[in-house]
């Protein structure tokens, strides 16, 4: 054979080699390559179970089981687009409320939804295939998606959700499973940080996913360097009450949160407040029960509806608890509307709510309304109208037009 020849084919064979080696090179920020001879055109990404999960290197169709936390992650990212299927109503309807107050007038409050519907209308016209942990599968298959991401709400042993996964698996469709704080014995707001890594993974997004977090974390850092220090002697007592509806219906006065909930962690253990209810879970209470408690500051969350301060103040069936010292002294406040009760971006709002509310002296400096405006700046990168906008989407004007310590 011709010496030229055989360095042709040495050369051939070498470019072949040094090609292969860089399809199969080590992966970047936490994500390990897929394996195989396309080994580039998908990624390995470890989701909250410490599954290894393989997806496409480009990722176009994404079926989204979430009530707006992963939804507005991908917004964050600039992913929103990728969206072609939902799992809840959360994201896509839009919400109205009327309360009335002892005057006979009626609290009105109209397009409520959450910031990425507002963001992203395109998101209320999607198929919809299911809710919680009810699918339909062959809607989903039909959706011909590249992905599907999956947030636990409830427990990872739920016999439902473990139906789900081992459906959507069975189908052939990558899945990445992200667990919520409901999804842990103990609530973690690390957790949250983890969820959004692992979709900064999936999207190749790891430095945004980063930023993004570390903004988060800082905002509710802010109120736990102000409060550490405040001994237990001079801590006040704080509640997380749910004006609801169906509670009233049933004889009480609202729904509570206890020990064991999210909202607890907040005010315990970052805001360094005491819960003033000392059991678990949400049960209803009575107004004797709430009259009992008589908390220094009463939070209001979503809760069959969304309550503003001014229904604890002025709706006829809340009169009995007029003497409340928290009524007495204005210091009622409400959270962001929000369908469902699983944390999403917005949880730092929840945590300086909660700080306004428990020391309105400490946090004076703190105006909320333009706080807020900040934050929805920077988490979605918004400028001044679009975040006033959100925060009258998300029913928190109450704060600039009628708390006399929200300046």
């Known amino acids: 054979m011709p010496l030229r020849k055989i360095w042709g084919q040495a050369a051939a064979i070498l470019t072949l080699l040094i090609l292969f080696s860089g399809c199969v090179g080590t992966g970047q920020g936490g994500v390990s390559p897929g394996s195989g001879a396309y080994a580039s055109d998908h990624r390995t990404v470890i989701d909250s179970r410490g599954v290894a999960v393989r997806v496409p290197a480009e990722i176009n169709r994404v079926v989204t089981l979430s009530a707006g936390f992963i939804e507005g992650t991908m917004s964050v990212f600039g992913e929103e687009e990728k969206i072609i299927g939902v799992g809840s109503v959360c994201v896509q309807k839009i919400f109205n409320y009327t309360i009335p107050t002892a005057n006979g007038e009626i609290l009105e409050y109209q397009g409520g939804m959450e910031p990425?519907?507002?963001?992203?209308?395109r998101i209320r016209d999607l198929p919809r295939i299911g809710e919680d942990t009810v699918v339909s599968y062959e809607t989903l298959a039909g959706l011909d998606p590249d992905l599907v991401i999956f947030r636990v709400t409830t427990s990872m042993e739920d016999e439902g959700v473990q139906m789900m996964i081992r459906t959507i698996e069975s189908?052939?469709?990558?899945?990445?499973?992200?667990k919520s704080p409901r999804c842990y014995d103990e609530p973690d707001l690390s957790t949250i940080s983890e969820e959004i890594r692992i979709l900064g993974a999936v999207f190749g997004k790891e430095q945004k996913a980063s930023e993004l977090a570390e903004y988060l974390e800082s905002q509710t850092q802010i109120v736990f360097e102000r409060t550490k220090d405040i001994p237990d002697s001079e801590q006040p007592t704080v509640i997380v009450f749910g004006a609801s509806p169906n509670s009233?219906?049933?004889?009480g006065a609202g729904m509570i949160r206890g020990t064991d909930m999210i909202e607890s962690y907040f005010i315990e253990e970052i805001v360094h407040a005491k819960n003033a209810f000392r059991n678990t879970g949400r049960p209803t209470i009575s107004a004797e029960q709430l009259l009992a408690l008589d908390p220094d500051a009463v939070v209001l969350?979503?809760?069959?509806g969304y309550h503003p301060p001014e229904e604890l103040y002025s709706a006829p069936y809340y009169q009995n608890v007029g003497e409340l010292s928290a009524v007495k002294n204005r210091r009622v406040y409400a959270l962001p509307w929000t369908c469902r009760s699983t944390k999403r971006l917005e949880y730092p709002i929840h945590v300086?709510?909660?700080?306004k509310a428990a020391y309105p002296e400490l946090f004076a400096d703190i105006n909320l309304g333009e706080w807020l405006l900040d934050f929805y700046k920077n988490v979605y990168?918004?400028?001044?109208?679009?975040?006033?906008?959100?925060?009258s989407v998300q029913w928190m004007d109450w704060c600039v037009e009628t708390c006399p310590h929200c300046g």
């Open 116 to 121: 990425v519907t507002y963001l992203s209308p």
């Open 171 to 178: 189908l052939g469709i990558p899945l990445v499973v992200l």
């Open 248 to 251: 009233r219906m049933a004889g």
């Open 301 to 304: 969350d979503t809760a069959n």
């Open 352 to 355: 300086m709510v909660i700080a």
């Open 381 to 391: 990168g918004v400028d001044y109208e679009t975040a006033k906008a959100l925060r």
